[in-house]
Nanobody, 123 residues
């Protein structure tokens, strides 16, 4: 089992920045991928970004490319999502998740999930 706990959400004005953290514990492995998803009210959960834990390869959704940066620490137990130039449409609950599939971008590809953290961007 892998446990994931997100933190760092909050209220920010449009154009501002936030950094989300995802602390991983349990049976973590350098073979897994950490992903970030978000779910806005009334909408389906959508993929945001992922990072391969061993080599750090990243992949982003077009909607956040150039504004968000996914990373992880060298200890291999914490992932981050730095969000710049935030827009009101970025308002959502953000979830981190873990998968053993290196190219995972779909919700069903991720086995472990955190509880989510709210990000609200005011206009």
């Amino acid at each position: 089992q892998v446990q994931l706990v997100e933190s760092g959400g909050g209220l920010v004005q449009a154009g501002g920045s936030l950094r989300l953290s995802c602390a991983a514990s349990g049976r973590t492995s350098s073979d897994y991928v950490m992903g970030w998803f978000r779910q806005a009210p009334g909408k389906e959960r959508e993929f945001v970004a992922r990072i391969g834990w061993m080599y750090g390869f990243t992949y982003y959704a077009d909607s956040v490319k150039g504004r968000f940066t996914i990373s992880r620490n060298n200890a291999g137990n914490t992932g981050y999502l730095k969000m710049n130039s935030l827009k009101p449409e970025d308002t959502a609950v953000y979830y981190c998740a873990a998968s053993m599939i290196m190219t995972a971008t779909t919700e069903t590809s991720y086995k472990y999930w955190g509880q989510g953290t709210q990000v609200t961007v005011s206009s």
